[in-house]
């Protein structure tokens, strides 16, 4: 996929006059936040729970070469395959080394976002490979060539009604309307590909170290399916995601479904330890495991490193005012919202995403439900005084704050020049003390008023009381 | 008790009748009140903006002008933050601006949360007669837990009925150059915010940040409500503007 960030202003007002998505984008506040409010209430005690999830993230990541080798052993040692994949094209050209080596016609993937983020469907389907994404909301995605605009639930940008219409096309069959009608139509056209597939895809969102364990929590069945019919399986995931252990994965997960979707747990947990033995009549007979860097190790040991705790479980972009209003697809990238905003610049470079890490009004609501306490806002700050550094802002911008600083800095000149903005802006408010119009604040003025000042400044006034 | 009052920018240039009443309140508190005359601003728009340089250079200054002070007080919510939370993180060393900036930073309050938890203000000069709905502005509320601390004011006003509109805490969209930056999905912002308000029965909407005020008051306007009342929750804690029973 790839970013087109820059104009996230012009998608952003896209989004804002289209009713539909308006309509979908509704479902956030009782899908999503209320159900991860009554999840937590219902944890006793949240605050230790996260405090403990952070520290085991801050922990990993601070010898996070020493847990990868500790994996990588572990893995190896049960008949796994461990593949480390510097930047998205290797990772891609490895899943289709296997793929060929293996004789690979057609692959079940289950949801993967790092594969997303690799661009992983296009590039197989360039190889030959026929690829079915069976996750429910990436598959209708595939069906109607689009992004997904949401890391848990991709599909969240569209309304029953258009996967109705699109179902009813693309199946050709009679058009239904009942949620449950609709999933058992889509589940009746993949179980065939589950069993014909010779390769599944999955994410992964753990590694567990002392094991050599990929876990994944889904909740539709299918990333089970994917990851033990076909003969070979390969896990795509990104190296942050290692954990020391069982028990640490355990807590992880106690805090990763409430928080995404409200669940006290998924549906499935899944804990995939190596191949199958010659004694078990389940699971694939190779089992790759990809470990995606991609400017990940990067973030290391500087003030974005924090950024690696995450957890994908998108709580950040469900209380976020912006993606609540905007979605996720105006922020040009796999990944939306506020973790998408401090990602997507690091992947893909400052320049490409100038509008992304100002696209925030630092409001903290991210930082607030954060399950690994990333503090979000501060690092949109840090991203934007990167541009700013790195002469990336626009010249009116920067010379705009040039002249606020030099007045503020110099109290006589700050006086007059605040006075006479005071008086003309008073004066151009008129009676109704508002103005309709504000030349070089169109930005404002095209959907709100502008109250007047009052005339005089408070310093003004201030000094004129006490010279009586 | 000395006690230094940082007017913000913006209240200086908008609506000079916050300073006032904030500064009616401290003396009304019992504080002896010094108003620089020099002050300017916090910084805030440069910090925010990636320019860590400008806002290092403004909280220097700040901080020699309040030098005197035993406490800072600021009417509103993010300017509070951004000293108190902010300031440190861009002074992290052990020099001598470092060192004066940090105690500045650990003696500024937010005028409610000031009111309520040092000056511990006994009677309120004000009296506001009506139905009022508070906004939680985000730095104030996320940065410095002031939450409890206004309500428990207006609680004291008799004549005072509170309105509590749906996600008070949610943001109104201001952001500072986010409004206009953003213009489109700030006014949107804006406007779920002025539905909530409306459906909250009253007919004022108070908060402690005027960034804030000027949004809503700038959307409410623009929608032909020229009918609620936008206020700073100084101004009506001071009385300045709730002498007049209003409805
Ligand atoms: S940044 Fe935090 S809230 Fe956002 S997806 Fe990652 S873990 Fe979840």
């Not at chain 1, 080596?101 to 976002?113: E, I, L, P, Q």
């Not at chain 1, 790092?114 to 026929?130: I, K, R």
């Amino acid at each position: 996929m790839r970013v087109a960030a820059l104009n996230f202003k012009r998608k952003a007002q896209q989004s804002l006059r289209n009713a539909r998505l308006q309509s979908a984008l509704g479902k956030i506040q009782v899908r999503f936040v209320q159900a991860r409010a009554e999840a937590i209430a219902g944890l006793d005690d949240f605050a230790a729970v996260k405090r403990r999830a952070t520290e085991i993230r801050e922990n990993v990541l601070a010898n996070l070469d020493a847990w990868l080798e500790r994996f990588e052993q572990e893995a190896t040692r049960r008949g796994a395959v461990v593949h480390w994949a510097e930047t998205a094209a290797d990772a891609n050209r490895i899943v289709i080394e296997i793929a060929r080596a293996a004789h690979v016609k057609k692959v079940v993937k289950s949801k993967s976002m790092v594969s997303e983020e690799c661009a992983l469907n296009d590039a197989l389907e360039a190889a030959g490979v026929q690829v079915v994404e069976t996750d429910l909301g990436e598959y209708i995605l595939q069906l109607a060539h689009e992004a997904p605009s949401h890391i848990v639930a991709p599909v969240l940008h569209k309304t029953k009604d258009e996967v109705s219409d699109l179902f009813a096309q693309k199946h050709a069959l009679p058009r239904k309307t009942g949620i449950a009608e609709l999933c058992r139509e889509a589940r009746d056209i993949l179980r065939p590909h589950f069993v014909s597939a010779d390769m599944g895809i999955s994410g992964g969102n753990f590694l567990i170290a002392e094991t050599g364990s990929v876990l994944l929590v889904t909740n539709e069945g299918n990333g089970r399916m994917a990851t033990t019919l076909p003969r070979v399986h390969v896990a795509i995931t990104g190296i942050e995601k290692v954990v020391p252990t069982l028990e640490d994965a355990t807590t992880l997960v106690r805090i990763l479904p409430r928080s995404a979707t409200g669940q006290d747990i998924t549906n499935y947990v899944s804990v995939l330890t190596g191949v199958k033995n010659s004694d078990e009549s389940d699971g694939p007979e190779q089992f790759h495991i990809i470990l995606l860097d991609n400017g990940r190790s990067a973030l290391l040991g500087t003030p974005l490193q924090s950024m690696l705790r995450c957890i994908r479980c998108g709580a950040c972009m469900n209380h976020c005012p912006v993606y609540q209003n905007v979605g996720g697809h105006a922020y040009g990238w796999v990944y939306p919202g506020p973790m998408g905003s401090v990602l997507t610049p690091l992947f893909a470079g400052l320049a490409d995403t100038l509008p992304l890490p100002n696209a925030s009004t630092l409001c903290g609501a991210c930082a607030e439900v954060c399950p690994v306490s990333i503090p979000l806002p501060d690092l949109l700050r840090e991203l934007r005084h990167r541009q700013s550094e790195q002469d990336l802002r626009p010249r009116l911008e920067r010379l705009s704050l040039r002249l606020w600083v030099w007045l503020a800095l110099r109290p006589r000149w700050y006086a007059r020049a605040t006075s006479l903005a005071s008086r003309v802006l008073h004066g151009l408010g008129g009676a109704k003390r508002r103005l309709r119009w504000l030349p070089g604040a169109g930005g404002w003025t095209d959907g709100r008023d502008f109250p007047a000042p009052a005339g005089s400044t408070f310093r003004a006034l201030y000094r004129a009381r006490k010279i009586p | 008790m000395r006690t230094g009052l940082f007017v913000t920018c913006l209240v200086d240039l908008m609506r000079p009748a916050i300073g006032f009443a904030a500064l009616k309140l401290l003396e009304q508190a019992g504080c002896e009140v010094a108003v620089p005359a020099t002050q300017t601003c916090c910084g805030q728009p440069g910090y925010n903006a990636g320019d860590n340089a400008a806002a290092r250079e403004l909280a220097i200054k700040l901080a020699l002008e309040f030098a005197d002070c035993d406490y800072v007080v600021v009417p509103s919510g993010s300017c509070a933050g951004m000293i108190r939370v902010h300031y440190p993180r861009l002074f992290p060393d052990d020099s001598e601006p470092a060192r004066r900036v940090r105690a500045l930073a650990a003696r500024t309050y937010e005028l409610t949360d000031f009111l309520v938890n040092i000056a511990k203000i006994q009677t309120l000069p004000g009296y506001y007669r009506g139905r009022l709905s508070y906004h939680d502005s985000c730095s104030g509320l996320r940065e410095l837990g002031v939450k409890q601390q206004p309500r428990a004011l207006l609680a004291r006003l008799p004549d005072v009925e509170l309105k509590e509109m749906e996600q008070c805490e949610t943001c109104c969209g201001f952001g500072g150059t986010f409004a206009v930056k953003f213009g489109a999905v700030s006014t949107q912002m804006a406007d779920n915010k002025c539905r909530r308000i409306h459906a909250s029965g009253a007919n004022a909407v108070v908060a402690g940040d005027l960034g804030c005020l000027l949004n809503i008051e700038g959307r409410l306007r623009r929608i032909g409500d020229a009918a609620t009342r936008v206020l700073h929750i100084a101004e009506v804690l001071a009385g300045e503007q709730g002498k007049v029973p209003c409805e």
